[in-house]
């Protein structure tokens, strides 16, 4: 994926000169430190081998630049925040092509929660399955009042199971036992019940949703950048190393669980069963 300057925003300077890739838009400010990053993967933001390559590209870009403390992550997809892992990744492949998606999944997972960013989630769409882990990376949640917009990670309803990361990021947000009966029954909250559960930081009407990640960035931008990073690490370094110490073997046992003749039939059956809704 290559990066790519477009012509700055109109009346805004060079501050707002938007760079980014195919799928991946980023409106920076320099003046604020702040950068917005879209996902423009139509229809639903589904999570590619693409997207994910060019998310990391972007994400390593804007760490790398000194001017930008702070990055908001949104959806340019109307509807859908992300449809989380794009599902023809994990059927109809080949073992080495799964390992090759799930490494991408861990590395866009171990960036963005040791992050040094503020990063905020302006959830503006849907949000199941990866599309919920990529907003629990970050630092704070916010999502549109739409009750069209479900939260969770629903993956025991697809018939898989999040990995012990997935599991352990949840488990950081809302604790052990909310997470554990959202984890079986793979739950997707409505924003008033994700709220309640902790899962957001806040539910605001969907036209407040940048405006209001723009207001509480200031907040956490306004903590010296050391003292808050460090914190951060020390709050998410334990989580992160169990996945870093047995990487390969994740890796392993993602192929071997998707590859099962099983999961690879309720995969199919529950991307016709999307296709179908639609008839
Ligand atoms: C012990 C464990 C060991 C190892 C780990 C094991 C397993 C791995 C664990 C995996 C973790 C997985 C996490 C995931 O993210 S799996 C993906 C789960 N995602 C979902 O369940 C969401 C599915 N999508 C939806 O619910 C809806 O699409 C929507 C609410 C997001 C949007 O609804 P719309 O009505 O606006 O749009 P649709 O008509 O439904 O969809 C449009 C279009 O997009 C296709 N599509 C939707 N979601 C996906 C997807 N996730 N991947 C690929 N494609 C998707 C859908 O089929 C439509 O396609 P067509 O236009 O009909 O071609």
Excluded at 118 to 141: E, F, Q
């Amino acid at each position: 994926a290559t990066i790519r300057r477009t012509e700055p925003t109109a009346g805004s300077g060079d501050s707002a000169r938007r760079f980014g890739t195919q799928r991946v838009l980023v409106e920076p400010d320099a003046a604020s430190g702040v950068a917005v990053m879209k996902f423009k993967n139509p229809p639903v933001n589904s999570l590619s081998l693409e997207l994910l390559t060019e998310f990391i590209i972007s994400l390593e870009k804007l760490e790398n630049d000194k001017t930008f403390r702070g990055v908001i992550l949104t959806s340019d997809c109307p509807r859908v925040f992300s449809a989380g892992l794009d599902l023809t990744e994990m059927c109809g492949k080949n073992p080495a092509h799964y390992a090759e998606y799930w490494k991408a999944v861990q590395e866009l997972w171990l960036r963005l929660y040791l992050s040094n960013l503020v990063l905020i989630a302006a959830i503006n769409g849907a949000c199941p399955a990866g599309g919920c882990l990529i907003s629990l990376t970050c630092d704070y949640r916010i999502l549109a009042d739409n009750p069209k917009y479900l939260i969770g990670l629903n993956e025991t309803l697809l018939g898989i199971v999040a990995p012990f990361w997935f599991k352990d990021t949840l488990v950081n947000t809302i604790g052990h036992r909310a997470s554990e009966q959202a984890l079986q029954l793979g739950l997707l909250f409505l924003p008033a019940e994700a709220l309640q559960v902790g899962l957001v930081d806040q539910v605001v009407p969907e036209d407040q949703v940048l405006s209001t990640a723009l207001s509480v960035m200031a907040r956490w931008m306004a903590i010296p950048d050391h003292a808050r990073q460090l914190t951060k690490n020390m709050m998410r370094k334990t989580t992160v190393d169990r996945l870093v110490k047995q990487r390969d073997a994740d890796i392993q046992n993602f192929v071997s669980f998707i590859s099962r003749d099983s999961i690879q039939k309720s995969l199919q059956m529950y991307l016709e069963k999307l296709k179908q809704k639609k008839g």
